[in-house]
């Protein structure tokens, strides 16, 4: 299972949506990857966020560790917790997930292969 290239990301989360896109590239089972996506609460904010990941691929299931984030509201630098991934491809061109961060908040995601 090869998992680089450029995919879209869509995730309901218990306050709101992430839209945005992944860059992977693998080498074997360990997998890098880039999260850029905008997380938005309806009438309270939104956020931009770059987030690195690491991870290994067993099987199907792939498993992710943030490395690095950094998120900007309004143009202004902000905290931002980092996510563990949980992934499941299921298909050629699509892949379902969950996030959780440390404050135990949880989130669903789809992943689609851009063509």
Same mark, same amino acid.
């Given at each position: ?12 989360? *218990? ?15 360990e997998v890098n ?17 770059? *987030? ?8 199907s299931r792939l ?13 202004? /630098?902000?905290?931002?917790? /980092? ?33």
């Amino acid at each position: 299972m090869d998992i680089s290239g450029s995919w879209t990301y869509r995730e309901d989360f *218990e306050y709101g949506q992430s839209t945005g896109q992944v860059e992977f590239t693998q080498n074997g089972d360990e997998v890098n990857g880039v999260f850029s996506f905008t997380e938005e609460v309806e009438n309270n904010y939104r956020i931009e966020v770059t *987030e690195k990941v690491k991870g290994t691929i067993t099987e199907s299931r792939l498993l992710l560790e943030s490395l690095e984030v950094t998120a900007l509201q309004n143009g202004s /630098p902000i905290s931002y917790l /980092p996510n563990t991934f949980e992934i499941q491809r299921i298909s050629e061109n699509q892949m379902v997930g969950s996030t959780f961060d440390s404050e135990a908040v949880c989130g669903v995601f789809v992943l689609e292969l851009k063509s």
